[in-house]
């Protein structure tokens, strides 16, 4: 009995067991196999996904050939250049700074001459001299300065520039008087302005340079005067200017006791056809002057000495009335209005050499080469307001007479002046002045003085005498 127990209870764990491996089996038909489900060669085939050769290949994605290539991308030749983009021209690194530049100039002959007034001179004074509040008025010995801040005054005495005097003023290099405005002797007196500031590029050929100094031109001992301040010098492609502040006043020829201010006004003094900028020291430019054209003033055109200074200089001290000494007007000192060159260094302590004076008699031929313009364009003809002849008191003719023909009552006046108000502390010096159009005036003062004195040497026939010795007419009644 046992026995069919235990042969019965096989058969159930058997029957068992055979139900099981059916149904294994069929379950195991329904469930996807590897090969259809994640086959690595179908779904994640490291040649179709993240195939190195097709995805992530060096030679197409970072080849250093295509993308990163020292030849293409970063090459010398083509991105850092220095002749393209890295070169010091284009960036401004040729250009140097100045901080203590020098200009020295002479203005012209005329500004260092005898004047025609009796014992007056024009010349120089650094700084500004004050408004004196009257016209007709010289300066006195206490009012002239040799040097105010940056700006100081020198004459050259033959053989190098020494400070200016008082006294130097009316002497020629060797210390002789000058006694004529015709004779061709001049003070030799130049303007030196330190302290200049800006820049100069010698490759790009530009500069620009500005000093904060002021000078005051003076003309017949003062009578006429300017201020010339804060000059700017600007150079580029080979030509440059000098523009400066002038300031000063003007008179009346009917009424000495007008003396107007004219407001200030930033003009061209010196026009430089020609600027050489690769000296490293400086330049010496002449401005422009023989052939330069200017509007609004009787200017004779033909002659050796045609020319003039800027149309904006000419303008505005024609407003002072004192134009005719800064253009060719016909005066027997035309010669001397002629613009000096001008000398810029671009360190005090390295000085450009000037060219000395050519009013010097001492001067010798080792003289520094100076940009010469080798041609002077006039410029463009423009409409520009006659001003008035307004001038010192008494010496310049109305608008409407002819160029350096004053009215008699004028000349009387000057004539008539007693010589202590034109007379400076020593009679060889300065002391008086006038504008340019009373140059003609003192010829003709001149005229009428040798008419009086041949007129007094006329002989006057002695009229009869008898035995007293006594003439008929004048004998005691």
Do not use: C
């Not at 523009?243 to 200030?264: C, N």
């Not at 010496?284 to 330069?292: I, L, N, R, T």
């Not at 010496?395 to 009552?409: D, I, T």
């Not at 003062?445 to 040798?450: M, N, R, T």
């Amino acid at each position: 009995m046992a026995e069919r127990v235990r042969l019965a209870a096989l058969g159930l764990v058997a029957g068992a067991l055979g139900v099981l491996m059916v149904a294994g089996a069929a379950a195991a038909d329904d469930v996807p196999t590897p090969s259809e489900t994640a086959s690595p060669t179908e779904t994640a085939s490291p040649t179709e996904t993240a195939s190195p050769t097709e995805t992530a290949s060096p030679t197409e994605t970072v080849s250093p050939t295509e993308s990163a290539s020292p030849t293409e991308t970063a090459s010398p030749t083509e991105t850092a250049s220095p002749t393209e983009s890295a070169s010091p021209t284009p960036a401004g690194a040729t250009a140097v700074a100045v901080a203590d530049a020098v200009l020295r100039w002479g203005v012209n002959n005329e500004s260092n001459n005898k004047a025609f007034a009796p014992r007056t001179f024009n010349f120089f004074s650094a700084g500004l001299l004050p408004d004196p509040g009257q016209g007709g008025s010289t300066i006195k010995q206490s009012q002239w300065q040799a040097a105010a801040g940056p700006t100081r005054i020198e004459k050259w005495d033959g053989s190098a520039w020494q400070p200016a005097t008082w006294a130097g003023l009316g002497t020629d290099s060797a210390g002789v008087p000058l006694t004529s405005p015709t004779e061709g002797r001049f003070s030799n007196h130049t303007v030196v302005m330190g302290g200049g500031t800006g820049t100069v590029d010698p490759v790009a050929g530009t500069a620009r340079i500005a000093w904060d100094a002021d000078v005051t031109v003076l003309y017949y001992s003062g009578m006429s005067f300017f201020h010339l301040s804060d000059p700017v010098l600007e150079v580029a492609s080979g030509r440059g200017s000098v523009t400066a502040v002038l300031h000063g006043y003007r008179s009346s020829q009917s009424d000495q006791g007008v003396w107007e201010e004219v407001p200030s006004r930033r003009v061209v003094v010196a026009d430089l056809p020609a600027v050489d900028l690769s000296d490293v020291d400086g330049f010496v430019s002449a401005p422009a002057y023989a052939g330069v054209l200017v509007t609004g003033v009787p200017q004779v055109t033909s002659g050796s000495a045609a020319g003039s200074f800027p149309q904006s200089f000419v303008d505005y001290v024609g407003e002072l009335g004192a134009a005719a000494f800064w253009y060719s007007s016909g005066a027997s000192t035309d010669p001397f209005k002629v613009a000096l060159p001008l000398t810029v260094s671009y360190d005090a302590s390295a000085p450009v050499a000037a060219p000395q004076p050519s009013g010097d008699p001492t001067a010798d031929d080792d003289q520094p080469e100076v940009a010469e313009p080798t041609a002077v364009d006039p410029p463009t003809s423009r409409p520009v307001p006659v001003t008035p002849a307004l001038s010192v008191p008494g010496l310049v003719a109305p608008a409407a007479a002819p160029a350096g023909v004053p009215p008699a009552a004028g000349l009387a006046a000057v004539l008539a002046r007693p010589a202590t108000d034109v007379r400076l502390t020593s009679a060889a010096v300065p002391e008086g002045t006038s504008t340019g159009a009373a140059e003609p005036l003192w010829w003709a003062g001149g005229a009428l003085l040798l008419a009086a004195a041949l007129v007094l040497l006329v002989p006057v026939p002695t009229p009869a005498r008898d035995a007293t010795g006594v003439a008929p007419e004048r004998k005691p009644r």
